[in-house]
């Protein structure tokens, strides 16, 4: 059983930083391209940023380049987003998943994680 389990959200001010991590079990993490997606209310999900099982990062959305880094860990099964000078417009859900590099059609999703950036 595929399991993706995010942590690290919370409430934090303008201009502070997170890190969010996903630990994913019941898989073979290395055959996994990871991603980190959000969905603030009322809007669509939205690619973040993924990095791919040979460690190639596509970072999707313009709005957090410079700011937001992914990367992973494939003896721990773990991939990170270190999120910098947070936003009020980066509070979202944030969803963890996993695409397998050769068998696109393979994925699972975590169960999100909320980040709310507010003073």
């Known amino acids: 059983q595929v399991q993706l389990v995010e942590s690290g959200g919370g409430l934090v001010q303008p201009g502070g930083s997170l890190r969010l991590s996903c630990a994913a079990s019941?898989?073979?993490?290395?055959?996994?391209?990871m991603s980190w997606y959000r969905q603030a209310p009322g809007k669509e999900r939205e690619l973040v940023a993924t990095?791919?099982?040979?460690?190639?990062?596509?970072n999707s959305a313009d709005s957090v380049k410079g700011r937001f880094t992914i990367s992973r860990d494939n003896g721990k099964n773990t991939v990170a987003l270190q999120m910098n000078s947070l936003r009020p417009e980066d509070t979202a859900m944030y969803y963890c998943?996993?695409?397998?590099?050769?068998?696109?059609?393979?994925?699972?999703w975590g169960q999100g994680t909320q980040v709310t950036v507010s003073s």
């Open positions: 998943n996993a695409r397998h590099r050769v068998r696109r059609y393979i994925a699972y």
């Open positions: 019941g898989l073979i993490f290395s055959n996994y391209a």
């Open positions: 990095i791919t099982e040979t460690d190639v990062i596509t």
